[in-house]
């Protein structure tokens, strides 16, 4: 056995490490202003994109996901993703942030 660790074994424990801050950030990114999202773009910039827009979760934008899967997902958590409950994200948000992921344009190829 080798004592060199396996590089995709440090990618996971490196990519671990990275979603708890991440997760703490998205806590205090609706404590900003008075803590309500504004539209569905709203709640992905503040929450959704910390993780979807980096290397943490899978790109969502350009799958028209239906928006009630998304929901879902956002509600009830999906493996690696944790859950955000109502008073984190109520009901009038989530149904915006599905609305507005479903129907995002995937973002052009980075050259
Ligand atoms: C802390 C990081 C994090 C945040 C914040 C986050 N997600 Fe995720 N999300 C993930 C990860 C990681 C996965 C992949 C889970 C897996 O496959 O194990 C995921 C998966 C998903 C999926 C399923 C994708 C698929 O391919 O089927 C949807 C839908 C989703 N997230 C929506 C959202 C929305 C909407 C928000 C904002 C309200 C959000 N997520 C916030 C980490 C995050």
């Known amino acids: 056995m080798s ?15 990275l979603a708890l801050p991440l997760i703490l950030l998205a806590g ?3 404590a900003d202003g008075d803590g309500v999202f504004k539209s569905g773009e709203n709640v992905y910039a503040k ?13 969502l934008k350009g ?7 998304i929901s879902a997902v956002v509600r009830n958590g999906f493996r690696a ?3 955000f409950p109502a008073s984190f994200i109520d009901d009038n948000a ?9 129907k995002a344009p995937a973002p052009a190829a980075k050259p």
């Open 63 to 69: 799958r028209q996901l239906p928006p009630a899967y």
């Open 3 to 17: 004592l060199v660790p396996n590089h995709q074994a440090v990618r996971r424990t490196v990519n671990a490490c």
């Open 94 to 102: 989530l149904q915006q942030v599905g609305e507005y992921v479903s």
């Open 47 to 59: 929450v959704c994109g910390h993780c979807h827009e980096g290397q943490v979760g899978p790109m």
């Open 81 to 83: 993703m944790p859950a």
């Open 28 to 30: 205090t990114a609706a």
